[in-house]
């Protein structure tokens, strides 16, 4: 089993930043694609970004592409999230996935229990 603990949510003003971080816990050494999901109220949860297991490939939601990085410190277990130029959509609350699964095959099996991002404008 992997555990993921999400921090780093908050508000914050339009054109604005935030980090998000993502430290998983457990069995670690099954965990090879990482991401980010978000779900805004009344609408479904959406992927926003993945991570390969060495961090060399990446996967971004058009809607996030250029403003958003997500990375990992995989001697620390932990992926981030760097969001940047926030807009008032991307209000939702945020989701660490994680799991056995390659970067380009999410959701994976494990998910945390999320935390809130939300931009005024």
Same mark, same amino acid.
């Given at each position: 089993?992997?555990?993921?603990? &999400?921090?780093?949510?908050?508000?914050?003003?339009?054109?604005? +930043?935030?980090?998000? +971080?993502?430290?998983?816990?457990? +069995?670690?050494? #099954?965990?090879?694609?990482?991401?980010?999901? /978000?779900?805004? $109220?009344? !609408?479904? /949860? &959406?992927? %926003?970004? *993945?991570? #390969?297991?060495?961090?060399?490939?990446?996967?971004?939601?058009?809607? %996030? !592409?250029?403003?958003? *990085?997500?990375? /990992?410190?995989?001697? !620390?277990? *932990?992926?981030?999230?760097?969001?940047?130029?926030? !807009? $008032? &959509?991307?209000?939702?609350?945020?989701?660490?996935?994680?799991? /056995?699964?390659?970067?380009?095959? $999410? $959701?994976? &099996?494990?998910?945390?229990?999320?935390?809130? %991002? *939300?931009?005024?404008?």
């Amino acid at each position: 089993q992997v555990q993921l603990v &999400e921090s780093g949510g908050g508000l914050v003003q339009a054109g604005g +930043s935030l980090r998000l +971080s993502c430290a998983a816990s457990g +069995s670690t050494f #099954s965990i090879n694609g990482m991401g980010w999901y /978000r779900q805004a $109220p009344g !609408k479904l /949860r &959406e992927l %926003v970004a *993945t991570i #390969s297991k060495s961090g060399g490939s990446t996967n971004y939601a058009d809607s %996030v !592409k250029g403003r958003f *990085t997500i990375s /990992r410190d995989n001697a !620390k277990n *932990t992926v981030y999230l760097q969001m940047n130029s926030l !807009k $008032p &959509e991307d209000t939702a609350v945020y989701y660490c996935n994680a799991g /056995r699964g390659s970067y380009y095959r $999410p $959701p994976y &099996e494990y998910w945390g229990q999320g935390t809130q %991002v *939300t931009v005024s404008s």
